[in-house]
């Protein structure tokens, strides 16, 4: 309450709290917003989702079994993220198993996805 009886309703924007709490190192927003606050991120993610998914299914398994979508997600935002400050990206087969590797994917699937991600992305 404030003085007077008002409620925080009558508060000015600057003086509200943020309706979201701040994300923790290393979190990433929530995918479906990419679109509008990061469109290079949620252009990579589905790239990247559409590279593990053909792979997936010419291997005949599910597609987060291949890689995992926190993997997914990670090489997309860090793909997106520095086309978006207009750095220059390594997604070369090199580049991008470096880049699998650094978020804890499994040698196995980045030996089964790497090529087609490194394709996807560029």
């Given at each position: 309450m404030v003085a007077g009886g008002r409620t925080?309703?009558?508060l000015p924007e600057d003086q509200l709290p943020p309706v979201h709490?701040?994300?923790a190192p290393g979190e990433l927003p929530q995918p479906r917003s990419w679109a509008r606050h990061h469109p290079e991120a949620a252009a990579a993610l589905e790239r990247v989702r559409g590279g593990?998914?053909?792979r997936a299914e010419q291997l005949r398994i599910p597609h987060e079994v291949?890689?995992?979508t926190d993997v997914q997600r990670h090489l997309a935002w860090e793909v997106g993220e520095a086309k978006a400050a207009g750095?220059?990206?390594d997604v070369s087969l090199?580049?991008?198993s470096a880049r699998l590797a650094s978020f804890d994917a499994r040698p196995w699937q980045i030996e089964q996805v790497a090529a087609s991600l490194a394709a996807a992305l560029d």
């Amino acid at each position: 309450m404030v003085a007077g009886g008002r409620t925080c309703l009558a508060l000015p924007e600057d003086q509200l709290p943020p309706v979201h709490a701040p994300l923790a190192p290393g979190e990433l927003p929530q995918p479906r917003s990419w679109a509008r606050h990061h469109p290079e991120a949620a252009a990579a993610l589905e790239r990247v989702r559409g590279g593990v998914r053909e792979r997936a299914e010419q291997l005949r398994i599910p597609h987060e079994v291949l890689l995992g979508t926190d993997v997914q997600r990670h090489l997309a935002w860090e793909v997106g993220e520095a086309k978006a400050a207009g750095r220059r990206v390594d997604v070369s087969l090199a580049g991008v198993s470096a880049r699998l590797a650094s978020f804890d994917a499994r040698p196995w699937q980045i030996e089964q996805v790497a090529a087609s991600l490194a394709a996807a992305l560029d």
